[in-house]
């Protein structure tokens, strides 16, 4: 019995509006205890029909410096037993509905699928609209299969396959709902686009969906074995736990390994993990290579993908933390490029702009979306993939977006939100009619592609899909408007130049090998040891041998591997783990501001390293005992809130 079959007796929704939600739906079993860091599990039965009426927990979130996460009324608890989704449908009968699969963002330590209510989507586009929570920070996206050993040989990527499993009880129950489950479509913002971006190259979730959304997100924000190791050891040694009983991080307060993630992340200088340590790996089994790779070798080529990005996206991260994070990422991307290849960029950019500022803000959106966002949509069509690609350029009447332009997040509101009856039913502040335009294209944008797999409305110019040649851009806002090759001259500018983002996968040496000092004492007695060395790749055939290069002198321009040699990627070095010091002490704590509709942070900008070499394990990671099977809802009976009409 898989996570999807949890009793014959079904799951009781209440009305909402014109439609029906079932809330807090377990699709797998809580992750505690044994399950800590290890796949998701099947859910155990229940008797009797079960009362989905009340939200189910959200993810442990960490604590991120310059941010204040939401708390107090309407905010849902979190526990280690989150893996609960929702559902809302018109109906739970009739012809079968596109269904449609938010993944929330949150730079892979907070957010909730139950933040976003479906309530309006699924009565606007007579669709079914699904949420879900899964597994963040460490608790997802720690990789302690890099160490091995105590039983955790699975523990990676468990976020990642969190979403397999919602997927695979989507396909198995989403019928009973009045879904489809051949039109199932994933969206995801931020961080949870780039869970879109993995999954499209992740075997175990093929065939588990068939479009896909990616929002102010890109393929590109993964990260090699080898720096998830030395994640694993700053971990272990912040908790004082040896690598060979990593059985213990599974009897672990809670709020202890919080505290130990939360140092990890406000370490943002550090020059190895830069303050953004949880990220999806490239395992060689359940992300088996860099996902940009997986789309040109085809890894998805039938399913049509919509990218989107705000035009503005850098403007938040300006505003909230102008010498923090944001400055962050471009002193390591010129240290990257070199200041040569970096100062032509900024002469691109500061041709047509008003001012210097605003050359830098559009600078640092393409550094951190735009071109993530081209680069995704030119693999996925190089792999034989349809891509429509989309702007978001509309100002908001909403504080604050209404100073900080299309910035990121600001597009939110427009995709979930009705704006058809008085502002304040909708979102305070958003009271214009372009407001109301925008929000209305936005959403019909989305449901029509999930009906359809075509983007295109008939309220909007013909979209002809994303190819270098023309390159379509549509440009959202009260009067949208088709563009070809947008700014093609600052695209153009970038042309040879790695996006760093890519690069987490890059090592520019091999250093030696180093055998791990093994003490005689116990191990109870003993500090944390360094994790002993991965073993190389074994070596692949000539024919298919990546040329790995080495570190480029200061100010020469760094050629993109992937755009070179898209499905070969250079092996990486092993990372010499040192043996770091028992408990470090964590830094005092940032200041925090409230900003809201804050998703996530965008990628880190690593320095010298080589993609990952892509190993070919295209298998199923889960078992065939989680395999899911359906959920039958009751039929509805006289003051049951299953399936009642309006």
């Known amino acids: 019995m898989g996570p999807g079959r949890q009793s014959k007796f079904g799951v009781k929704g209440t009305?909402?509006?014109?439609?029906?939600?079932?809330?807090?739906?377990?699709?797998?079993?809580?992750?505690?205890?044994?399950?800590?860091?290890?796949?998701?599990?099947?859910?155990?039965?229940?008797?009797?029909?079960?009362?989905?009426?009340?939200?189910?927990?959200?993810?442990?979130?960490?604590?991120?410096?310059?941010?204040?996460l939401p708390s107090g009324a309407g905010v849902q608890p979190e526990s280690e037993d989150c893996l609960y989704l929702n559902v809302w449908s018109p109906r739970a009968r009739g012809k079968p509905r596109p269904v449609l699969i938010w993944i929330h963002g949150g730079a892979f330590v907070f957010g909730s699928g139950s933040n976003f209510d479906g309530s309006w989507l699924a009565n606007r586009g007579d669709a079914v609209v699904v949420t879900i929570n899964y597994r963040l920070g460490p608790w997802g996206f720690l990789d302690l299969a890099a160490v091995g050993g105590s039983g955790l040989d699975g523990a990676v990527n468990v976020g990642l396959l969190d979403q397999v499993a919602a997927l695979r009880w989507v396909k198995d129950n989403i019928e009973a709902f009045g879904g489809d489950p051949e039109r199932v479509t994933v969206i995801g913002q931020a961080s949870g686009a780039t869970c879109v971006g993995a999954l499209l190259a992740m075997p175990a979730a093929a065939g588990l969906f068939h479009r896909a959304v990616m929002q102010s997100g890109a393929a590109d924000r993964v990260q090699s074995r080898w720096r998830s190791r030395a994640v694993v050891v700053r971990m272990l040694n912040t908790l004082g736990v040896d690598y060979r009983e990593l059985a213990r991080l599974q009897d672990l307060p809670v709020d202890a390994v919080r505290a130990a993630a939360a140092t990890l992340l406000r370490d943002a200088d550090d020059a190895e993990l830069e303050g953004e340590p949880f990220l999806p790996v490239v395992d060689g089994t359940v992300l088996p290579g860099h996902p940009l790779a997986g789309l040109v070798a085809g890894a998805s080529s039938a399913v049509p993908l919509l990218i989107s990005t705000c035009q503005q996206e850098a403007n938040l991260y300006l505003a909230i933390s102008p010498e923090g994070f944001i400055k962050g990422k471009e002193l390591r991307a010129r240290a990257w490029f070199g200041d040569v290849a970096w100062e032509r960029l900024i002469q691109a950019y500061q041709k047509g702009a008003a001012t210097s500022d605003r050359a830098r803000a559009d600078?640092?959106?393409?550094?951190?979306?735009?071109?993530?966002?081209?680069?995704?949509?030119?693999?996925?069509?190089?792999?034989?993939?349809?891509?429509?690609?989309?702007?978001?350029?509309?100002?908001?009447?909403?504080?604050?977006?209404?100073?900080?332009?299309?910035?990121?997040?600001?597009?939110l509101p427009f995709t979930w939100l009705d704006f058809t009856g008085p502002p304040e039913a909708a979102f305070p502040g958003l009271s214009t009619t372009a407001d109301r335009i925008v929000a209305e294209t936005l959403q019909d944008v989305i449901l029509t592609f999930a009906r359809t797999?075509?983007?295109?409305?008939?309220?909007?110019?013909?979209?002809?899909?994303y190819q270098p040649g023309r390159r379509a851009v549509m440009a959202l806002k009260s009067r949208s408007a088709l563009e070809l090759d947008p700014s093609a001259e600052r695209r153009r500018a970038w042309d040879g130049l790695p996006l760093p983002q890519t690069l987490t996968l890059r090592r520019s040496s091999r250093?030696?090998?180093?055998?791990?000092?093994?003490?005689?004492?116990?191990?109870?007695?003993?500090?944390?040891?360094?994790?002993?060395?991965?073993?190389?790749?074994?070596?692949?055939?000539?024919?298919?041998?990546?040329?790995?290069?080495?570190?480029?002198?200061q100010d020469a321009p760094r050629q993109d591997p992937l755009a070179q040699v898209p499905l070969v990627q250079d092996a990486p070095a092993p990372v010499p783990l040192a043996q770091v010091p028992l408990v470090q002490d964590a830094p005092a704590p940032v200041?925090?501001?409230?900003?809201?509709?804050?998703?996530?942070?965008?990628?880190?900008?690593p320095l010298g390293q080589d993609p990952l070499a892509q190993e070919t394990m295209a298998h199923d990671t889960l078992s065939e005992d989680t395999a899911p099977h359906p959920v039958i809802p009751p039929d509805p009976s006289p003051g049951d809130a299953f399936d009642q009409d309006a």
């Open 453 to 465: 797999g075509d983007p295109g409305t008939a309220a909007l110019p013909a979209w002809p899909s």
């Open 591 to 605: 200041p925090l501001a409230q900003v809201p509709l804050v998703q996530d942070a965008p990628a880190p900008v």
């Open 15 to 68: 009305r909402q509006g014109k439609v029906t939600v079932w809330r807090g739906v377990p699709y797998a079993d809580a992750p505690r205890g044994s399950g800590r860091f290890q796949p998701p599990r099947p859910s155990p039965p229940w008797d009797g029909p079960r009362n989905a009426t009340e939200f189910g927990p959200s993810s442990i979130a960490t604590e991120v410096p310059g941010l204040v």
């Open 363 to 411: 600078l640092l959106t393409d550094l951190l979306f735009g071109l993530p966002a081209v680069r995704t949509a030119e693999a996925h069509h190089r792999g034989g993939g349809r891509t429509w690609v989309m702007r978001f350029d509309h100002t908001p009447g909403q504080v604050p977006f209404d100073q900080l332009g299309p910035c990121h997040g600001s597009d």
């Open 511 to 553: 250093p030696a090998r180093s055998e791990p000092v093994v003490s005689q004492k116990p191990l109870s007695a003993q500090k944390p040891l360094a994790v002993p060395e991965a073993q190389d790749p074994a070596p692949r055939p000539e024919a298919v041998q990546p040329l790995v290069q080495d570190a480029p002198a």
